[in-house]
């Protein structure tokens, strides 16, 4: 079960926070299935953020939910690249700052290009990396697009 955890801050946090912008931070026990809600919200309301390159510096962000797959044709038409594939694991922490599990669209070491599945839209609410492993952050879908400067695309298969 969820605990609201007010003392923990990550970089995705502080953004939140400095723009001003509503959000619950939740953590959750990391044996539990790492797609469930902190809370026991819906798992189709669970995102997940999938780090793509297209080459050398030239990396995109993609928001799916946790229950869907990405499409890379998709992905690379909304990112304009004729081909993406996905980051090596090895190359994430260098490329983003973050870690495999509290990966967070909010708050990268650079700012990269974003783009959120398009079922995240119409939600009262999602849940996303709040940038450390078991902690959940929820929030209204566009202020997460505000947040990460991101775009409603269809992006799954």
């Known amino acids: 079960m969820a605990k609201k955890n007010k003392h923990i801050k990550t970089n995705a946090i502080r953004i939140l926070e400095s723009l001003g912008i509503p959000h619950e931070l939740l953590e959750r026990d990391l044996s539990?299935?790492?797609?469930?809600?902190?809370?026991?919200?819906?798992?189709a309301d669970?995102?997940?953020?999938?780090?793509?390159?297209?080459?050398p510096e030239r990396y995109?962000?993609?928001?799916?939910?946790?229950?869907?797959?990405?499409?890379l044709k998709k992905a690379a038409r909304a990112a304009g690249e004729k081909k993406i594939e996905m980051l090596p694991l090895k190359q994430l922490t260098a490329v983003t700052g973050y870690v495999r599990g509290g990966c967070s669209a909010i708050?990268?070491?650079?700012?990269?290009?974003?783009?959120?599945?398009?079922?995240?839209a119409a939600k009262?609410?999602?849940?996303?990396?709040?940038?450390?492993?078991?902690?959940?952050?929820k929030l209204k879908p566009d202020d997460?697009?505000?947040a990460t400067g991101g775009t409603f695309v269809d992006l799954c298969k």
Do not use: C, H, W
């Not at 299935?33 to 798992?43: L, T, V």
């Open 60 to 71: 995109y962000v993609f928001v799916i939910p946790v229950v869907r797959e990405l499409d």
């Open 46 to 55: 669970v995102y997940k953020t999938l780090v793509a390159t297209a080459g």
């Open 107 to 120: 708050g990268m070491k650079k700012q990269l290009p974003v783009f959120i599945d398009e079922s995240a």
């Open 144 to 146: 997460y697009a505000e």
């Open 124 to 137: 009262p609410s999602l849940y996303a990396s709040a940038g450390k492993p078991g902690f959940q952050m």
């Open 32 to 43: 539990e299935d790492a797609n469930a809600a902190a809370d026991g919200g819906n798992e």
